[in-house]
């Protein structure tokens, strides 16, 4: 969870975050770790979606909740990264890719289904941007016989 004593407060975090990090930013004394300036990012943001869903649905939601919530997306995302990383290495690659997402992904079929569409985009952009190397040897190759 947030640790208070960081200088990061769970209840009316609003503007105190950016207020904090800035001053972070600029005061070596309040240097916080890169893993906490994440988690306090998410947390605002986390924040926000709330507000969000707190005026839409008429309901309170708690900053205990928030917290939680925030550090068990952290922990997902952490599970995520290793299984990911596990995927590549399985594989004999230092690298993770698109198959290693999709793999990931493979439990929820909209989420599978949605990176198959945007794989698929990225690959017809790809072909489209790229002219064939072999229709620009034949037409060289053409050419040149012209000439003879």
């Known amino acids: 969870m947030l640790d208070m004593n960081e200088g990061?407060?769970?209840?009316?975090?609003?503007?105190k975050i950016k207020l904090f990090l800035n001053k972070m930013e600029t005061d070596p004394d309040a240097q916080i770790g890169k893993e906490q300036k994440i988690?306090?990012?998410?947390?605002f943001s986390i924040k926000q979606i709330a507000k969000?869903?707190?005026e839409e649905m008429e309901v309170s939601i708690s900053a205990p909740v928030l917290a939680t919530l925030c550090e068990s997306l952290v922990r997902?995302?952490?599970?995520?990264a290793l299984d990911l990383e596990n995927f590549a290495k399985h594989a004999k690659r230092t690298t993770i890719n698109v198959d290693d997402v999709k793999l990931l992904a493979r439990r929820n079929s909209a989420m599978l289904e949605h990176l198959n569409s945007l794989s698929e985009e990225q690959l017809a952009q790809k072909?489209?941007?790229?002219p064939s190397k072999k229709s620009t040897k034949s037409?060289?190759?053409t050419h040149d016989d012209l000439d003879n």
């Open 8 to 15: 990061i407060k769970i209840s009316g975090l609003g503007l």
């Open 52 to 54: 969000e869903v707190e």
């Open 127 to 130: 072909n489209v941007s790229k």
């Open 39 to 43: 988690k306090a990012s998410l947390y």
């Open 76 to 80: 997902q995302a952490e599970c995520y």
């Open 139 to 141: 037409k060289q190759t």
